[in-house]
Every structure is written in C-alpha cells, then in structure tokens.
C-alpha cells in the first residue's frame, strides 16, 4: 500500500541556516515564498537568487578573465549578467530549503510500519512528522528512505523536509554530480516521493549472484523485523525469464527466535541473513549486447506469530514480497582482455557528464533513458561511462532491457582542493556511497564495472588500493579499477587511463600530435601488454570545437546559451558573423584529424 506524495508542497528558502534552530519543523512554515511542485527543482520552477558578479557558483572558473577584461563588461551589468563558462540558469541557490504538506495516514494503516523514499534528492535531507525528527540522509546516488515506525496513528499529519544543496561532503567542486560545469547544483527531488505501509518483518534487501557455468544464482536475503517476537515461516523464490518461462520456486523454513540460541537458519529476533541457491535449468540464458535475457525473480515472506501465551493453530500470518530483475552473466577478465560470460568483449564507450540543460537534472523515467542508449546504439557504441555520478535506478533498467554497458562511479572527483586518503570525511562518505549504489542497483546487469570517480588527488594509491580489495571481495559482481584516469595499480581488474593519449595535459606543442605529423600506424599493443590488465582508454578525445549558432534555439529550458551570445557578439563584432558556419565545420574537420 502506497501513498504518492507528488504535487504542489509549501516551499520556505532558508539561506541564512536558521531552520532548525528556530524549529520551522514544529508549525506551518514562516515566510513561504510559494509552492513547488514535487518532483522538481526550485529552480526550474523560478525560485531563488538573481545572477550576479558574486554568484557563488559550484566549480571551478579556470580562466577568470571575465572579472576584469573590458571585453566581458557589457555582460557584468546588473540584470544583464552573461557569463561564459558554461550555460547559465535564470535563478541560483546554494543553502537549505523547507518544504511541508499535510498527509493522511489511512485508517487500515494502523499498526503497520510506515516509510518515506524520497528518489534523487539533490543533496542532503533531514525529515520530521509533526515536530519529530525521522532522520538525515547524504546519498547522491541513491533514493533516501526514512522509517517513520508502526506508532503513526491514522489521521492528518504535517510533514517537513529539509534539503541542502551546499557541499555537505567536500565531493570536490568539479564532480559531476554537483557542479555547474555540466548538470547545474540544483535543490529539489526529482524522483519518486512516497510513503508505503510495510511488513513489519521484511526483506530488507535482495542480492542475486549469477553463476554462468552451473546456470544458477544464489539469493542472499537480508531480512529485518521489528517484531521483537518469536515466528516461523518460509521464504519461497521463484524465477521467470521476463515474458517467458517460469522455473519452480525454492523454499527455505526460516524461523526467528527471541530468545537466542541460534542455529542453522534461526534468525535473531531482529531477523538475519538467508541464502538460497537457485537453478535456472539447463536452458538458461545469459545475458549480453547481443541478447540481453532478463529474468524476474519474485521473493516471498511468510511467517506465522503468536500471541504470548497463544497455543495451537499457526498464528497470525505476516508477509513480505520483493520482485528483482537481474542477468545470467558475469564478467571477468583473460589477460589485457575484458570478459563477458567467457567471451572476449570491446567496449565502444562514450561519456555521460548529466548535461540535461531543460531541466539542469537527470531523468527518472525509463523511455528517456532509452532514448540516450538508442542514440549510443546507433553509433556503434554498447558503453557509457558515468563521470563522477551514478546514474538513476530508470537508467539501469534501460540498459538491462536494451544489453547496454556501465561504468559506475561513486559521486566525487576529489581535486581542486578535495582530496582522498587524507582522513577527511569524504573518505568514509565514499564507502558509504558505495554500500548505497551496490545495494540498490548491484542486481542490474547493465552494471559492469566501477570506479571510485574521477582523477583524484591525495593519497590515492593506498586509498585505492583497499578500495578495490573490499569491492572485489563483497561483491564480485562486476570489475573495479581505482579511478577514470589514475592510479593504474596492481589492485585494479582494469585500468582506465589516459595514457598513450597523443594530447596530454599541459604538453602544448611537445605533444604528439603537435610535433610529429598525422598519422596512424601507431601501435598501443606493447602499452597495453605492459599494463598487466585490461585498459580502457580515458578521456582521449575532448577537441575544441566552435559553437553552433544554430543550436541556440533547442535550449528552452533552465539552463540557456548566454555563452554562446556572448560568442555570437565577439564574432559579429570582427565582423565575421557571416562565418560562423564555415568556423564550426572548419573545427569539425581539424576534430576528425585530431581522432
């Protein structure tokens, strides 16, 4: 039983930080500046500040000429403010914001245990019914839950959120799942936003290893309760291909004990962990590019509780039901050479940076994460990788359904000033972030290989290489590498590097590509045999390219081309704005040259 949330919400902005010192949660929100509706961003719906020369953006501004050149001055005036690092939202906000609704908790909900999933906040939340607090969350990539118990009385009641886009862990100011450079740092939610009646013993999560060679797959169950109560049951699994054959279920007799003793499959009062091993039959199919079978596995819970002091008949029955999608395939490595169900594989990847200038934030429905695989699909491409964020759980089964590749990374790209290895917070948040995504989408086929984000900074060699160590160990589902760009460590299943690139960082005209001519009998096979490890080349293109005027007019959402005005100007002003068309396919050409 579900309760959808979404719809217009009462929106207080606290910049000041004063919420919850002043305890806004313990009545109707002070100074409501209006509605916003859910899902959605305050800034996509007109709330927050002007831009300005102070605007504090998140990210860092390389070239800072825009300040002091008096080419730029005619776009530093207030109320005409261009700039032109990247594309521009109307509105800006950094800091807390409040939203509260009244909800009503139905009469058959009595006694149940209650959630909250808030689905892709951006960033931090803090949540209270009526004046009591339910909790904090920090997850980037993953959907925050909250247990509001089994003591919510049915009727009305007021619920607050407090959202925070700030840096609430220093992720570094470049990383792609906070900053400027690309999806813009918005504050809202954007998914999901539901409460659910619950069992009040349930499964709390749901692992699927697949094994190709005995065409089988074990189902680790985490279970919990909040019973507090001896029970016994079953838990009962059974597997489909999706739109195709069922296979017959497999059953375990569980048992929860309040009293200790344990043994075998008796679980604490508290509840436990459950595995089961599940055939697929001799038929099974795997999954890959070429055919992407999927199969729907459906986990049952049935226990039966007495009353204290009850004797004879069953008990009154209690119940929980998961149903998890997941892939016969597994993913390996054979010498400089990447693995899919035994079978040598290439990837043909591009980047995925979370630009979506309409609405400055990612999709949460599948067909939009359709639509981008079918895009890379018809350039050749079976691979993305996400750059420092992990993509929504709609993308995933996108790529399940079409036989499409991931890199995942953990929300940071810990430079510029962040850094790992050093002791700070974002050392730990990381593992935690990681604990998140493998937890909600470890399952997705789709899900190949992982990082722990973007070229970091720090002690990152030993940082990492534990970090690869603990993954491989908890989770062998898929491969690992330290990082998109370095260390390459002994640790990593693979290495993501730039190196040989032809261009590198800073090499200028030293580079190979500027001090020796086209051309392309080059050989990276000694690199590569040298490495030890399968390579994944990284970031080896990137050229400059001119802007295309022409587009100008798609962007009609949040984020608008005041770059690209202030481009169109300096061009019009050499009076050479009838060659700006001749300027991009020129830059096309030297783009083709380049790769």
């Given amino acids: 039983m579900k309760l959808d949330l979404a719809g217009a919400w009462t929106l207080a902005l606290d910049p000041q930080n004063c919420g919850e010192r002043q305890h806004w949660y313990a009545a109707d929100l002070p100074d409501p500046v209006g509605a916003l509706t859910l899902p959605g961003s305050i800034q996509a719906q007109g709330y927050g500040d002007e831009i300005t020369?102070?605007?504090?953006?998140?990210?860092?501004?390389?070239?800072?000429?825009?300040?002091?050149?008096?080419?730029?001055?005619?776009?530093?005036?207030?109320?005409?403010?261009?700039?032109?690092?990247?594309?521009?939202?109307?509105?800006?906000?950094?800091?807390?914001?409040?939203?509260?609704?009244?909800?009503?908790?139905?009469?058959?909900?009595?006694?149940?245990?209650?959630?909250?999933?808030?689905e892709r906040p951006h960033w931090e939340t803090a949540v209270w019914l009526d004046d009591q607090p339910l909790g904090r969350c920090d997850s980037l990539a993953t959907a925050h839950v909250y247990e509001l118990g089994a003591q919510v009385t049915p009727g009305e009641h007021r619920l607050t959120i407090r959202i925070d886009n700030r840096m609430i862990v220093d992720v570094g100011p470049n990383a792609h799942s906070m900053s400027d450079h690309t999806q813009s740092n918005w504050n809202g939610i954007i998914g999901r936003i539901e409460l659910a009646a619950e069992s009040p013993v349930w499964l709390r999560n749901v692992r699927i290893f697949p094994d190709v060679a005995r065409k089988a797959a074990t189902v680790k169950l985490d279970i919990a309760s909040v019973l507090g109560k001896s029970a016994r049951g079953r838990v009962t699994a059974s597997a489909r291909l999706v739109d195709g054959k069922e296979m017959p279920p497999v059953s375990a007799e569980i048992g929860f004990s309040a009293a200790g003793g344990l043994s075998g499959l008796e679980l604490s009062a508290a509840g436990g962990h459950v595995d089961l091993d599940y055939p697929l039959g001799d038929d099974a199919q795997t999954w890959d590019e070429f055919s992407p079978a999927l199969y729907e596995m459906t986990v049952e819970l049935e226990l039966f509780v007495k009353a204290k002091g009850e004797s004879g008949g069953e008990g009154e029955s209690v119940r929980d039901r998961r149903v998890v999608r997941f892939g016969l395939r597994e993913v390996g490595t054979a010498g400089t050479q990447i693995t899919l169900n035994g079978r040598p594989i290439f990837l043909r990847g591009t980047l995925e940076c979370c630009i979506f200038p309409r609405t400055g934030y990612p999709p949460t429905d599948v067909d939009s994460w359709r639509r981008i695989i079918r895009i890379c699909q018809a350039h050749g491409l079976n691979h993305i990788r996400f750059h420092s964020w992990c993509p929504p759980a709609a993308a995933f089964d996108a790529a399940d359904e079409l036989g499409f590749y991931y890199q995942v990374e953990c929300p940071s790209w810990a430079n510029q000033g962040a850094a790992i290895g050093e002791g700070r917070p974002l050392d730990q948040w990381l593992y935690h972030e990681g604990w998140r995504i493998q937890d909600a989408y470890g399952n997705h086929p789709s899900f190949l290989l992982m990082a722990y984000g973007n070229e970091p900074a720090g002690r990152d060699r030993e940082f990492l290489a534990e970090w690869v160590t603990y993954w491989r160990k908890r989770d062998p589902r898929r491969l690992y590498?330290?990082?998109?760009?370095?260390?390459?460590?002994?640790?990593?299943?693979?290495?993501?590097?730039?190196?040989?690139?032809?261009?590198?960082?800073?090499?200028?005209?030293?580079?190979?590509?500027?001090?020796?001519?086209?051309?392309?009998?080059?050989?990276?096979?000694?690199?590569?045999?040298?490495?030890?490890?399968?390579?994944?080349?990284?970031?080896?293109?990137?050229?400059?390219?001119?802007?295309?005027?022409?587009?100008?007019?798609?962007?009609?959402?949040?984020?608008?081309?005041?770059?690209?005005?202030?481009?169109?100007?300096?061009?019009?002003?050499?009076?050479?704005?009838?060659?700006?068309?001749?300027f991009l396919l020129a830059s096309g050409k030297l783009q083709a040259l380049c790769y």
Wanted: charged share 25%.
């Fill in 481 to 582: 590498t330290s990082a998109a760009g370095w260390p390459m460590i002994p640790e990593n299943d693979y290495h993501n590097t730039p190196d040989p690139r032809i261009q590198r960082w800073g090499a200028g005209l030293a580079s190979r590509i500027n001090a020796l001519p086209p051309e392309t009998t080059t050989d990276y096979r000694d690199f590569v045999a040298q490495a030890g490890a399968p390579v994944v080349s990284h970031e080896i293109g990137q050229w400059c390219v001119y802007p295309n005027f022409d587009e100008m007019a798609k962007y009609t959402g949040v984020l608008k081309p005041k770059n690209f005005e202030i481009f169109r100007d300096f061009l019009e002003a050499n009076h050479m704005g009838d060659q700006a068309r001749d």
């Fill in 53 to 118: 020369l102070d605007t504090p953006w998140t990210g860092t501004i390389v070239d800072r000429s825009w300040f002091d050149d008096p080419r730029y001055e005619p776009y530093r005036q207030p109320g005409q403010i261009k700039v032109p690092f990247w594309l521009q939202p109307e509105k800006y906000y950094a800091g807390a914001v409040w939203v509260q609704r009244a909800v009503r908790i139905p009469q058959e909900w009595q006694g149940r245990r209650i959630t909250l999933t808030l």
